[in-house]
T-cell receptor
Framework: EAGVAQSPRYKIIEKRQSVAFWCNPI?????LYWYQQILGQGPKLLIQ????????DSQLPKDRFSAERLKGVDSTLKIQPAKLEDSAVYLC??????????????FGPGTRLLVL | GDSVTQMEGPVTLSEEAFLTINCTYT??????LFWYVQYPGEGLQLLLK?????DKGSNKGFEATYRKETTSFHLEKGSVQVSDSAVYFC???????????FGTGTRLTIIP
C-alpha cells in the first residue's frame, strides 16, 4: 500500500514570496490533515478536511495561509506572502473516516520550508 | 487547554541499555494517548497507542501504560538498539476530536 505522498521535499524562498505544497493521501482515506512542525517543537494542526469539506481550521493563519481539497483526494497548502517564522516542516497526514471508529493517522515525509 | 509535556532531550544511551522517556498530559476530556517515532529523513510513524486508563500499548519491544492517576504515558524499552535512534513524540487525542496534540519530541541516540 502506497503511503502519503508530499512534494516538494524541500523549498527555499525569500520572505514575501508565495509557495505551495502538495499532498496525495492514502487511497480511500477520507480525512486529510496539514500540520506545521517548527524546529524543536511538536507538530501543530493547521487544518483538517473530511472529504472536500473543512472540519477544523482554527489554527490556520488565514491572512496568509490557504488550503484546498477540491475533489476530496489531493490537497494543496499555500502560503502568500511567506514570513521568516513560516520556516518549518509541513506534514500531511490522512486517515480513514473517523466517524466510523478511532482511526490512525498516517504521515507523509513532509516538506521542509526555509524562508530567507 | 490540552497539552503534552515530555522529557527534554537529547537522550544518549549505549546499546542494550534500558530506556524511559517520560510523558505527562493535561486534558479536559478522556484522551487516547500515542507515541509516534520519526526516523531520520522519514515521516512520523505510529509506534503504539492506548485508548483508556490502564491500557498498555506495545510494539517493537517498546511499551507504555496509560496511567490516569498520574496523567502519564511513559515510553519504555528493556534493551535499546542502534536502530532505535530517532525522535519520539508523545501525543493525545480527545474523544470525538481527530486533532492530535503533540509534545515537543525527544531525540534519542543509541551508541554501539
Amino acid at each position: 500500500e502506497a503511503g502519503v505522498a508530499q512534494s516538494p521535499r524541500y523549498k527555499i524562498i525569500e520572505k514575501r514570496q508565495s509557495v505551495a505544497f502538495w499532498c496525495n493521501p492514502i487511497s480511500g482515506h477520507a480525512t486529510l490533515y496539514w500540520y506545521q512542525q517548527i524546529l524543536g517543537q511538536g507538530p501543530k494542526l493547521l487544518i483538517q478536511f473530511q472529504n472536500n469539506g473543512v472540519v477544523d481550521d482554527s489554527q490556520l493563519p488565514k491572512d496568509r495561509f490557504s488550503a484546498e481539497r477540491l475533489k476530496g483526494v489531493d490537497s494543496t497548502l499555500k502560503i502568500q506572502p511567506a514570513k521568516l517564522e513560516d520556516s518549518a516542516v509541513y506534514l500531511c497526514a490522512s486517515s480513514l473516516d473517523p466517524r466510523l471508529a478511532v482511526q490512525t493517522q498516517y504521515f507523509g515525509p513532509g516538506t521542509r520550508l526555509l524562508v530567507l | 487547554g490540552d497539552s503534552v509535556t515530555q522529557m527534554e532531550g537529547p537522550v544518549t544511551l549505549s546499546e542494550e541499555a534500558f530506556l524511559t522517556i517520560n510523558c505527562t498530559y493535561t486534558a479536559t476530556g478522556y484522551p487516547s494517548l500515542f507515541w509516534y517515532v520519526q526516523y531520520p529523513g522519514e515521516g512520523l510513524q505510529l509506534l503504539l497507542k492506548a485508548t483508556k486508563a490502564d491500557d498498555k500499548g506495545s510494539n517493537k519491544g517498546f511499551e507504555a501504560t496509560y496511567r490516569k492517576e498520574t496523567t502519564s504515558f511513559h515510553l519504555e524499552k528493556g534493551s535499546v538498539q542502534v536502530s532505535d535512534s530517532a525522535v519520539y513524540f508523545c501525543a493525545l487525542r480527545l474523544f470525538g476530536n481527530e486533532k492530535l496534540t503533540f509534545g515537543t519530541g525527544t531525540r534519542l541516540t543509541i551508541i554501539p
